[in-house]
């Protein structure tokens, strides 16, 4: 992403995932003081089975074609999961190749059709957290729903969005973690260059959080949020995709107290404003993504 790791990914990634386990997880002493956090670079290479001089030359990018067998070991001892191990493995295959040209995320007419028929609060989001298309209870459930926002941006620096969340730590991260799974080798992609250039100047929480490099997947989930009307709501996340984006649902259980605060928020929705209702289609179907103010 242009910043000082972008020629050398692999190696930032296992210095980074190196810090992040401490000796006692890795069944070690922990030696007395310690200048820097986490394993040093010959613990791992011990643990791996590798010799030190090789490791180093990984983490310093003089060898970027490790084998998988010395990668599964490496994934072994800094306690990768599924998906920290397979991006790894991505990491080593990647090879240089020339600019892609992006086209344009756009919402196909039957997804504006959808989000029109949907009682639940429903968007389409595009790789980088931008919101491109919504219904009137997505914008009643957060008004940083709206097409044009960035779920990411909002997170991070509109205190609404963070009041709006119950565990903000946790969301942040895991939002961080996903953009960081999800940019994968497309580190020239402008979009993704612009917003983390954007929010490393802006954000000290994700300037500590993208240090970290990690990864995982942010697909389905349930999470509480508090909304200044109905109050707390537990609801239900799904993400599926469709064609180039993705439709996000939220639902709660049915019966449930927030079935009912979600109906009651539907009611005041529909009584109280009628800003949000051409929502779904401020946008001509198949347009290009409206970037965020």
Aim: glycine share 6%; aromatic share 4%; charged share 30%.
């Amino acid at each position: 992403m242009k910043d000082e790791d972008s020629d050398n990914r692999l190696g930032s990634y296992l210095r980074a995932r190196r810090e992040l386990v401490s000796p006692a997880q890795a069944g070690l002493p922990s030696g007395g003081r310690r200048r820097v956090p986490g394993l040093r670079r010959e613990e791992v290479a011990l643990l791996a089975g590798i010799s030190p001089d090789y490791y180093l030359r990984l983490e310093r990018g003089r060898d970027k074609n490790p084998s998988p067998q010395v990668l599964e070991s490496l994934a072994r001892v800094l306690q990768l999961d599924d998906v920290e191990r397979t991006y790894l493995l991505g990491l080593a295959a990647a090879r240089p190749r020339a600019p892609r040209r992006k086209r344009p995320e756009r919402v196909p007419e039957r997804v504006h059709e959808l989000l029109a028929h949907l009682q639940i609060p429903a968007f389409v989001e595009g790789r980088a957290f931008d919101v491109l298309a919504s219904n009137p209870m997505a914008v009643a459930l957060s008004p940083r729903l709206r097409p044009g926002q960035n779920r990411l941006r909002s997170l991070l620096l509109d205190p609404e969005e963070q009041a709006f969340h119950q565990d903000w730590t946790k969301a942040t991260a895991d939002f961080v973690a996903a953009l960081r799974t999800t940019i994968g080798d497309d580190t020239d992609d402008p979009r993704f260059v612009e917003l983390v250039g954007e929010l490393a100047l802006s954000s000290e929480r994700f300037r500590t959080l993208w240090a970290r490099h990690d990864v995982r997947s942010l697909d389905g989930g349930t999470t509480t949020v508090h909304h200044p009307v109905v109050g707390e709501l537990r609801l239900h996340r799904d993400k599926l995709p469709i064609d180039d984006v993705i439709l996000v649902v939220y639902y709660p259980d049915k019966g449930s107290d927030s079935d009912e605060k979600l109906q009651l928020l539907a009611a005041l929705s529909h009584t109280g404003s009628t800003e949000s209702a051409g929502t779904a289609h401020d946008r001509p179907a198949d347009a290009p993504l409206r970037e965020a103010p």
